[in-house]
């Protein structure tokens, strides 16, 4: 685990699922803003348990959030939404657009997709956000590539992943800190 701009980042190479690494972590008392990223998930999921393909080189990662006042998950899935786009507009100079409730698309096709899920132990005891980013991926199979993007496809640019997963994480820090005040 390494500690980071006031969060700690753990690292897998595979996860069947980022959001569950970070859910269980946080039910065995990791504290706020421990980051869970994979390389690769082969369980990763969206909203009614949609599956979300998430091959190597994309940015796949969960966030455990201080227990805020927000009764609604949906306004942290939109901030979380903002920050990925505002991210990639100021590495890439290109203009993704939100598609509400939980998705931030480039060019038309899906390039993010976000889900925010409590963890509830006797009570919420917080919130984990999960994002995955195409970054690096350079060809979708089995159809996807006429609904979803990457960076990497749009801009013939290779992200680092590390860096953006910072920034992104900064930026959720800072959104967040402004509306808990």
Same mark, same amino acid.
């Given at each position: ?55 190597? #080189? &994309?940015?796949?990662? %969960? $966030? !455990?959030?201080?227990?805020? =006042? ?8 939109? /901030? ?41 132990? #006797? &009570?919420?005891?917080? %919130? $984990? !956000?999960?994002?995955?980013? =195409? ?8 159809? /996807? ?37």
């Amino acid at each position: 685990m390494n500690a980071r701009n006031n969060f700690n980042i753990v690292e897998l190479e595979e996860a069947g699922s980022t959001n569950a690494e970070a859910k269980r972590l946080a039910g065995d008392g990791a504290g706020a803003w421990t980051a869970v990223t994979a390389k690769k998930q082969t369980g990763g999921y969206g909203r009614k348990g949609d599956s979300w393909a998430s091959p190597e #080189g &994309g940015l796949y990662f %969960s $966030v !455990i959030l201080p227990k805020n =006042n927000l009764a609604d998950l949906q306004i942290l899935t939109i /901030l979380a939404a903002f920050c990925v786009a505002n991210a990639v507009k100021e590495n890439f100079f290109v203009e993704p657009m939100i598609k509400l409730p939980n998705d931030v698309y480039l060019n038309g096709k899906k390039l993010a997709g976000i889900l925010t899920e409590n963890v509830v132990c #006797g &009570g919420v005891k917080s %919130s $984990v !956000i999960g994002i995955g980013v =195409n970054t690096n991926i350079e060809n979708f199979g089995g159809g /996807l590539e006429k609904i979803a993007t990457s960076v990497k496809i749009e801009t013939n640019g290779e992200v680092d992943n590390r860096a953006l997963l910072e920034q992104i994480i900064n930026q959720l820090h800072n959104i967040f800190r402004e509306i808990s005040q």
